[in-house]
């Protein structure tokens, strides 16, 4: 079964660049018709979808975020990474990577990757 | 973007009791609406598919219903490890959304 694992800084300075890798296992993100997913969830608040690529790697990002995120894939690793630019205090979430089937009527998010904290502090 | 509301935003019940929960989505969906269960420190796991298409391997006792803009999340009779935080999520429109979240107690 497909598995998702999320790896990067847990500490990002004011300012900076966010970077994060989703490694993909058991599947590869080549085949299929899927949608490799961001998401996010800030301390004790809900969840919020950064952005989509679909398989090979047209993208579709948050309105809210568009202008600072940036979705792209390495398919020689099998895996799909978020950089989030100008990053602030409410940047400070746990992130989450996820795959959705994109057939319509089948879009929901299933496996997920179990997140990471990324703090964004000086 | 759509805009999910549930209801409600918490919920303390005792063993045994049926918990509903109401997502209401400001425009129609269909049945693009989905449910999962967040359990603290863990990620979300899908529950309910396509507003009421149960999941392999989740118990019976959870059921999804409702199509348009009115969705429920219902669990008959509780049992101790139900209590979590429940979401809805559109797939409807981009940007897919949430609902804010309802976080189920265990008395």
């Known amino acids: 079964q497909v598995q998702l694992q999320e790896s990067g800084p847990g500490l990002v300075k004011p300012s900076q660049t966010l970077s994060l890798t989703c490694t993909v296992s058991g599947g590869s993100i080549s085949s299929g018709s899927y949608y490799w997913s961001w998401i996010r969830q800030p301390a004790g608040k809900g969840l919020e979808l950064i952005g989509l690529m679909y398989t090979g790697g047209n993208t579709n990002y948050n309105p809210s975020l568009k202008s600072r995120v940036v979705i792209s894939q390495d398919t020689s690793k099998n895996q799909f990474s978020l950089k989030l630019n100008s990053v602030t205090a409410a940047d400070t979430a746990v992130y989450y990577c996820a795959r959705a089937p994109a057939a319509l009527g089948e879009r929901w998010f299933d496996p997920w990757g179990q997140g990471t904290l990324v703090t964004v502090s000086s | 973007e759509i805009v999910l509301t549930q209801s409600p935003d918490f919920q303390s019940v005792t063993p045994k009791e049926k918990v509903t929960i109401t997502c209401r989505a400001i425009?129609?969906?269909?049945?693009?609406l989905h449910w999962y269960q967040q359990k603290p420190g863990q990620s979300p796991k899908l529950l309910i598919k396509?507003?009421?298409q149960s999941i392999s391997g989740v118990p019976s006792r959870f059921r999804g219903s409702g199509s348009g803009t009115d969705f429920t999340l219902t669990i008959n009779s509780l049992e101790p490890e139900d209590g979590a935080t429940y979401y809805c999520?559109?797939?409807?429109?981009?940007?897919?959304?949430f609902g804010q979240g309802t976080k189920v107690e265990i008395k």
């Open positions: 999520h559109q797939s409807s429109s981009l940007p897919w959304t």
């Open positions: 396509s507003a009421s």
């Open positions: 425009q129609s969906i269909g049945t693009d």
